[in-house]
């Protein structure tokens, strides 16, 4: 599966990350990606720039090397309502926005609590998708948030790093991989790279849609013009 957008992407912006946008791009171009979203972390998160950072977006190229570059952010959510750190005034600029539970913000609650807080996050307009849902630290009703998902025309991530760094993520994958399928949900296969040449690093992660037998039609990165498809249904979405 040759995925021609990374979804989730970290720049020098985000505190705890290695690289520049620039630098970046570059490594995107050298791997054949045709886009790639920067998602830096916000403000919540320690060491992440204030959501104001996020006013410099309308400045920036559309294209960096030959590569798109669609102007994002990851959220994170503060509390077991859903709420995200993040304000409308900057949410708008952006073209795609990532909702995060991370434990360094909100600690993991029960199953209900955390469920709660991942579909009051999916209420939010502008949210597109939930960070690495595999997370086994934060117990979900898998079947109640693709549902919401579903309701919602929401994504949900197939994180590789995620399933690098936190045991466990694979089996729960397996889980609502099958559920994606069922009800509909398009899936974005992201890096959630920290570092230039980890861009478009996606080997675990493709490797478990295989395993899955998960349909490439609902893969909404897999072109670049899929992608641009999906955000214009955002754009809709935003506008009524
Ligand atoms: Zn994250
Ligand atoms: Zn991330």
Do not use: W
């Amino acid at each position: 599966m040759n995925i021609e957008v990374d979804t989730h992407t970290h720049t020098v912006l985000s505190g705890h990350a290695h690289s520049t946008l620039l630098e970046n791009a570059a490594a995107a171009a050298k791997k054949g990606l045709k886009g790639f979203v920067m998602t830096d972390h916000g403000p919540n998160l320690p060491g992440a720039c204030p959501e104001f950072n996020l006013g410099t977006y309308p400045y920036l190229p559309s294209h960096i090397d030959g590569v798109r570059i669609f102007a994002g952010v990851e959220t994170n959510i503060i509390d077991y309502d859903g709420t995200i750190d993040v304000s409308e005034n900057y949410l708008k600029l952006t073209d795609y926005a990532i909702a995060g539970l991370h434990e360094i913000v909100l600690q993991s609650g029960t199953k209900s609590q955390n469920t709660n807080a991942v579909m009051g996050a999916f209420e939010n307009p502008y949210v597109d998708i939930i960070a690495h849902p595999d997370n086994p630290s934060y117990e979900l009703d898998y079947e109640a948030v693709v549902k919401k998902a579903a309701r919602l025309n929401k994504l949900f991530e197939v994180n590789d790093h995620s399933f690098v760094y936190r045991e466990g993520g694979l089996a729960n994958a397996a889980v609502f991989l099958p559920l994606c399928r069922k009800y509909g949900v398009r899936v974005a296969v992201s890096s959630d790279a920290h570092f230039a040449l980890n861009i478009g690093k996606n080997k675990l992660a493709t490797s478990i849609l295989k395993e899955n037998n998960f349909p490439s039609e609902l893969v909404v990165n897999l072109t670049l013009k899929r992608f641009e498809g999906y955000l214009k249904e955002r754009q809709k979405r935003l506008s009524l």
